[in-house]
């Protein structure tokens, strides 16, 4: 693995588990120095030996606590090149007709203003680096933002409007002079260790597997390293003149119908 972001500063919100993980991993692999967020502190003990990285207890939607985080990651590394807005939930989630508005606010507070957090309080770190406004910000939005799922009302809705969100934080930043980039990416299904995990406690782990793989064109899931590879790159130099985008990563499983 290059070190193609030797010497950046990166923060991965809600890097505990699944892609969050993978790419604390990866960002860290490449010469960054990581640091990521999350409630789940006996899991990033383990992630920061492996990696080097540093973990914050950290609950993205209150808004309150943005500032310790950023004044700490700036107090202790001088700066913020990278941000991965990855903070994610399903809780409470359900169809338009029977979801209560508490799953509804619980979603929607972490998905869309826990990501709007991340995203404005990013900018405004990175206007502080020293040689001016410069970064990369990356959210992890979902395929379901263009088909959405008729049982994860709050999850769809959520992930389409962070698009929305990322392609005016590019326009906010480049219309401002900031070297500021923002882009979303949106994954398919991804083999996570949760996912993983509900395909081995199935009453059929093989069918299970068979339906997850099955999405897509390419008979397969995404690998938490593949979409951790899309991030590194985002993040890198090599994608400077790449801003206001959104990068479909589900084998195709969107492009079109599959047929009959």
């Not at 959520?158 to 392609?167: D, E, P």
């Not at 996912?195 to 099955?214: C, F, H, M, Q, T």
């Not at 008979?219 to 959104?246: H, N, P, Q």
Request: proline letters at 2%; one cysteine or more; charged letters at 20%.
């Amino acid at each position: 693995m290059g070190k193609r972001l030797q010497g950046k500063v990166a923060l991965v919100t809600g890097g505990t588990s699944g892609i969050g993980a993978g790419t604390v991993r990866r960002l860290a692999g490449e010469g960054a120095k990581v640091v990521f967020t999350g409630s789940n502190e006996a899991a990033a003990t383990g992630l920061c030996a492996e990696t080097g990285a540093c973990f914050e207890a950290h609950r993205v939607q209150e808004a309150a606590s943005w500032d310790r985080l950023m004044d700490r990651i700036l107090t202790d590394f001088g700066r913020l090149d990278i941000a991965f807005a990855n903070a994610g939930t399903e809780h409470g989630d359900s169809n338009v007709e029977d979801i209560s508005i508490e799953g509804w606010e619980g979603v929607i507070a972490v998905n869309q203003t826990g990501v709007m957090l991340t995203v404005q309080h990013a900018i405004r770190a990175m206007k502080r680096n020293p040689e001016g406004p410069t970064g990369s910000i990356i959210v992890n939005s979902s395929m379901n933002a263009h088909r959405a799922m008729g049982n994860f009302v709050a999850y769809s809705v959520s992930k389409a409007a962070v698009v929305a969100l990322i392609k005016s934080a590019a326009m906010h930043c480049g219309n401002r002079g900031y070297r500021i980039r923002a882009n979303a990416i949106l994954p398919g299904v991804v083999e996570t260790a949760m996912i993983s995990n509900l395909i081995d406690s199935a009453g059929d782990p093989a069918a299970a597997r068979a339906a997850y793989e099955g999405m897509s064109p390419l008979r397969r899931m995404a690998t938490v390293e593949e979409i951790a590879g899309l991030v590194a790159w985002l993040a890198s130099d090599e994608a400077a003149f790449v801003s206001g985008s959104e990068y479909v990563i589900d084998g195709a499983t969107t492009a079109g119908m599959m047929g009959v």
